[in-house]
């Protein structure tokens, strides 16, 4: 089994930063890809950002496009998101999910474990 932990939330003013991070622990030593949830309030949990296990495919959302980055360091079992020019539609739970396989799906239904989620609040 595989637990994942997300921190770095907060609340941050429009057009700020912030840097979320995924925790991997348990049973890592597969080939997982990762992905980047998130789900605003009466609204479907969406796809954000993904990544596959070696890195080199990294499919985003087109509303977060251009602002944000995802990364991963597989030394240390742990996947970042990198938020910039935060707008206040981007305010949600976010999730860090993984799957057992090295490429990268956009599906919920593709991922095996899911974080707790961390809450991003962005004002305007």
């Known amino acids: 089994q595989v637990q994942l932990a997300e921190s770095g939330g907060g609340l941050v003013q429009a057009g700020g930063s912030l840097r979320l991070s995924c925790a991997a622990s348990?049973?890592?030593?597969?080939?997982?890809?990762m992905a980047w949830f998130r789900q605003a309030p009466g609204k479907e949990r969406e796809f954000v950002a993904g990544i596959s296990w070696s890195g080199g495919t990294t499919p985003y959302a087109d509303s977060v496009k251009g602002r944000f980055t995802i990364s991963r360091d597989n030394a240390k079992n742990t996947v970042y998101l990198q938020m910039n020019s935060l707008k206040p539609e981007d305010t949600a739970v976010y999730y860090c999910?993984?799957?057992?396989?090295?490429?990268?799906?956009?599906?919920?239904?593709?991922?095996?474990?899911w974080g707790q989620g961390t809450q991003v609040t962005v004002s305007s």
């Open positions: 999910a993984a799957r057992r396989h090295p490429i990268v799906l956009t599906a919920e239904g593709g991922y095996d474990y």
């Open positions: 348990g049973r890592t030593s597969g080939s997982y890809a």
